[in-house]
């Protein structure tokens, strides 16, 4: 069901959360073997949807009444296992709910349980899991996407009718994509990331995973908004919803020369030939721009990501909280804990990003990866003065198979390179299904200048309506 349906029929009294919880219990309970898209459920999950009961009959106003709703396991929750799907965080317990919980509960919403990501949040197929990967309910054979495939997939596979996930470098987005769902990322502040675990600090945002554009803009209304608990939060008010039903007519989107000069895929370009056909039909304009950094955006993005990574993951140490194995000294320790607790793509980012902040590289390779993001951000504005949105592929191909590009680092990270350069600037972005190559599901992704993300839901629910819906759909399982 989608969460729409859900919140009316439970404020109606035809149903109740407990009932709905139920009914999506034992979903999970005949496909997460197959899927596996949670790490763990909430087992307070049906008082969780009782304690909403209550509100309700006490006369609450609430805009998810009753809604399940799955989280990344990198966002904190009070009371349940909170472990990045690393070795390093098992069996850490919040004391608190990050502000989007927080946002969540009070309006009804009763938490499904985490789901399954790459190892804190490094990945781009949800394979680096100290749990195991997550499988694309598309095709069982292929991933997911990353770092937020568990929350993809279950919002596919109709697990779970909305999610949260989080964005590095497209880890919203590009699941999205992978799973026939829309993703929204928003532009930078616009969500608290208070309780989020970081990664890197200056891309992490919170974003939103839902199966029809209605669904995305009641979430992302939720849990956006200023939060004086995040020095980084805008001061600005959710109207996400308020942006549906706008008029596109006379708005002009920007295809991005560079991102489609070549590789990708027929399924995609076929995508985006008919997304430019239908939304002709609506009154958009297109024209091409160029944004001529784009080509550096992912050797600059993995360069920011790492070194940021070094810099938060030093916390885990073997002292304070997670994963201690006990050597003779204090080095001894942390060296045996993070060894350990960190799987390969940890390491391998830990010991990258160590490098370029080092004495003798840091100008070489952080400094230029600097400069690089600020040419990227004027070459965005200079396309945001041609373009009111601009357009892209999501990812250059569907899913690929479990496994492929696992011995390949370089090829995993090539996975994000329609993504990157949106974290890198800070702007807000959107997945939307447009189309399938063969059986799996295509994405094309949406940029907005920053501060305009409404625009984004207006364009997006636009083509959901004229092709009455044909590309975002349950996945067939």
Request: glycine share 10%; charged share 20%; proline share 6%.
């Amino acid at each position: 069901m989608l969460a729409q349906e859900i919140a009316e029929l439970v404020r109606s009294g035809q149903t109740t959360p407990s009932e709905v919880l139920n009914a999506y219990l034992a979903r999970i309970e005949r496909l997460e073997p197959q899927l596996r898209a949670f790490i763990r459920l909430n087992p307070r999950a049906l008082e969780e949807a009782r304690q909403v009961e209550g509100r309700l009959g006490a006369g609450e106003v609430l805009p998810l009444a009753g809604v399940p709703v799955a989280l990344k396991d990198n966002i904190c929750t009070r009371g349940l296992e909170t472990t990045c799907a690393s070795r390093v965080l098992a069996s850490f317990v919040p004391p608190y709910d990050a502000t989007v919980v927080e946002r969540l509960r009070q309006a009804g919403a009763v938490v499904l349980g985490k789901t399954n990501m790459d190892e804190f949040a490094m990945g781009s197929s949800t394979e680096y899991s100290a749990f195991g990967p997550t499988r694309n309910p598309w095709d069982p054979e292929r991933v997911p996407g990353g770092t937020s495939g568990g929350s993809a997939a279950a919002v596919a596979a109709d697990l779970a009718p909305v999610a949260l996930g989080t964005d590095t470098g497209g880890s919203v987005r590009q699941p999205a994509a992978f799973c026939g769902v829309y993703g929204f990322k928003p532009t930078y502040g616009r969500i608290s990331r208070y309780g989020v675990v970081a990664t890197a600090s200056s891309l992490d945002q919170v974003g939103t995973l839902a199966r029809t554009v209605a669904d995305l803009a009641l979430l992302t209304d939720v849990v956006s908004g200023p939060d004086p608990r995040d020095s980084t939060s805008l001061e600005a008010e959710p109207r996400f919803a308020q942006a549906l039903g706008a008029s596109v007519r006379g708005l002009t989107v920007g295809l991005v020369r560079e991102a489609l000069a070549e590789g990708n895929s027929p399924g995609v370009l076929e995508a985006l030939e008919r997304f430019r056909a239908v939304m002709e039909g609506r009154g958009v304009r297109f024209v091409e721009v160029s944004v001529p950094t784009l080509r550096y955006a992912l050797a600059a993005y993995y360069i920011v990501n790492t070194a940021e990574i070094s810099s938060n993951l030093a916390r885990y140490d073997g002292t304070l909280y997670g994963l201690r194995v006990p050597g003779e000294d204090s080095v001894a320790t942390m060296m045996r804990s993070r060894e350990k607790g960190f799987g390969p793509e940890a390491r391998r980012r830990i010991l990258m990003g160590t490098f370029v902040l080092s004495a003798g590289y840091y100008a070489a390779y952080y400094g230029r990866a600097l400069r690089a993001r600020a040419r990227l951000k004027m070459d965005m504005e200079a396309a945001f003065s041609q373009a009111d949105l601009l357009l892209t592929p999501t990812s250059p191909t569907p899913a690929f198979r479990l496994g492929e590009k696992t011995g390949d680092p370089l090829a995993m990270y090539l996975a994000d390179v329609d993504t990157v350069a949106v974290n890198l600037v800070g702007l807000p972005a959107m997945s939307l299904p447009a189309g399938f190559e063969g059986h799996l599901p295509v994405g094309l992704q949406l940029v907005a200048p920053p501060m305009q993300d409404e625009m984004l839901f207006s364009l997006a629910q636009a083509f959901e309506e004229a092709t009455e819906r044909q590309f975002a759909r349950q996945a067939p399982l």
